[in-house]
């Protein structure tokens, strides 16, 4: 369906388009190629775009209401072990440990930062 509309959409813009410049230059059979991109874009683009459009919102409310049904986990942050196994990007121990350098007291002086510490 999707590539349906998409096809009539581009043809009938094209047609129409078409048919605008065969106005202005004076082509043989612009009113045809005008006729046909509106009834292209009025009679098959824009129904399957509105019968699309009611589809997809549809959908989209069938899963907001299969989950409103559910209730809602708290967001809570254990303090128990870390459900990560191995190491990650943070705790590797091959990482070496410096985070350049840190500022003490909000000064922009270089001479108050320190390299090498956490």
């Keep these: ?9 581009i043809l009938g813009g094209l047609l129409i388009m078409i048919g605008l410049i065969g106005a202005i230059t004076d082509f043989n059979n612009n009113a045809l ?3 046909t991109g509106l009834a292209l874009t009025l009679l098959i683009f824009i129904p399957l775009l509105v019968i699309d459009k009611y589809k997809h919102n549809k959908k989209i409310k069938s899963i907001i209401k299969s989950y409103a049904d559910k209730p809602s986990k708290p967001n809570s942050i254990s303090s128990g072990k870390s459900e990560t196994k191995g190491w990650s990007m943070n705790n590797s ?4 440990r410096k985070s350049g350098l840190n500022w ?3 000064s922009v002086h270089g001479a108050n930062a320190s390299r090498g510490t956490r």
Excluded: E
């Excluded at 121990?93 to 070496?96: H, L, M, S």
């Design 33 to 35: 190629f005008l006729i």
């Design 104 to 106: 003490s007291g909000g």
């Design 1 to 9: 369906m999707r590539s349906t509309i998409y096809i009539s959409g």
């Design 93 to 96: 121990p091959y990482r070496k």
